[in-house]
């Protein structure tokens, strides 16, 4: 049970490019999913808190025009990267609340700006 | 504000030897307190978590974990160490009183190797 998908898994795309990643809960109702951001060797950071049918919530230093959250159900949730340059590059991994006090983790997205 | 500290980078053990990786926190109120493990490129998998009750929380694949409020830590052990135990660990901690709700603040993270 509590199980999180995350499509597509990899990600090349040109600069200047908008890329979307989507997250999913298989087999559960999440009512808050978490978008969080990897490099290389580091910790995971937290980007922005989605609650379903409202605005997500941006961490400090997030632009929120730049990476666009939309948590359209209780099952899915998207982050659209808008215009992504090569900075962008990154493990891009999301979360799921089934309770409030567990995330489960999706298996991550490596995005890739040439 | 809430923060944890893992101080070790890395941490190595020989296969059959008890294993400890550590980590410390620092929250307002109690805390809610977690270890995932991710394996490479991949996310991260629940372990085992801290909200109330016994200090001793037994979690998935023989890992436990004390918490020690007077310490504010909450080391990860394990008493017999597998090749297949070496990953990357993340302690977390969050806090419903905090700002960002329940999100997680996660720990620099601990490379565990396991020597056969």
């Known amino acids: 049970g509590a199980v999180v998908s995350q499509h597509p898994s990899r990600v090349i795309c040109k600069s200047g490019t908008s890329v979307k990643i989507e997250c999913r809960s298989l087999?559960?109702?999440?009512?808050?999913m978490f978008w969080y951001r990897q490099f290389p060797k580091q910790s995971l950071m937290l980007m922005a808190t989605s609650n379903e049918g409202s605005k997500a919530t941006y961490e400090q230093g997030v632009e929120k025009d730049k990476f666009l959250i939309n948590h359209a159900s209780l099952t899915l949730s998207t982050l659209t990267v808008t215009s992504a340059h090569p900075e962008d590059s990154s493990f891009y991994i999301c979360s799921a609340t089934l309770i409030t006090d567990t995330q489960y983790f999706g298996p991550g997205t490596r995005l890739t700006v040439l | 504000a809430q923060s944890v500290a893992q101080p070790e980078d890395q941490v190595n053990v020989a296969e059959g030897n008890p294993l400890t990786v550590k980590c410390t926190y620092s929250?307002?109120?109690?805390?809610?307190l977690f270890w995932y493990v991710q394996y490479p490129n991949r996310g991260l998998q629940f372990l085992l978590k801290?909200?109330?009750?016994?200090?001793l929380v037994k979690g998935s694949y023989g890992f436990e974990a004390e918490f020690n409020k007077s310490q504010t830590s909450f080391h990860l052990k394990k008493p017999s160490a597998l090749v297949s135990d070496s990953a990357l660990y993340f302690c977390a901690v969050s806090s419903p009183n905090s700002n960002s709700g329940y999100a997680l603040n996660f720990g620099k993270g601990t490379s565990l190797l396991v020597t056969p």
């Open positions: 801290y909200i109330t009750g016994d200090n």
């Open positions: 929250v307002s109120g109690n805390p809610y």
């Open positions: 087999d559960f109702q999440a009512t808050t």
